[in-house]
């Protein structure tokens, strides 16, 4: 059974910084392309930030150089550093699991909420 678990959203205040990650289970990690896509209210899901099986990383335009996103292949878990946050950041931030050949192989997680406030 696959399961992708987000911790570490929370409430923080303009300009600050949060950690956000994501354990998988039941897949083989490395074969995976890992991300993270956010959802703000009356928005569209958003992808904010991929990592490949190597570490080769994208980014939307509004996250590059707040936001880095970083792998550890030995702990099957996805991080996104968030730094510099603005209230336009606030969103419930999910993890995505994407099988690098087997397209039907493409999993979420429940999500986490961000929320950036003072």
């Known amino acids: 059974q696959v399961q992708l678990v987000e911790s570490g959203g929370g409430l923080v205040q303009p300009g600050g910084s949060l950690r956000l990650s994501c354990a998988a289970s039941?897949?083989?990690?490395?074969?995976?392309?890992m991300g993270w896509y956010r959802q703000a209210p009356g928005n569209q899901r958003e992808l904010v930030a991929s990592i490949g099986s190597g570490g080769s990383t994208n980014y939307v335009d509004s996250v590059k150089g707040r936001f880095t996103i970083s792998r550890d292949n030995a702990k099957n878990t996805v991080y996104l550093q968030m730094n510099s946050l603005k209230p336009e950041d606030t969103a419930v931030y999910s993890c995505n699991a994407r099988h690098i050949t087997i397209r039907h192989l493409n999993f979420w997680g429940k999500g986490t909420l961000v929320t950036v406030s003072s």
């Open positions: 039941g897949i083989i990690f490395s074969s995976y392309v």
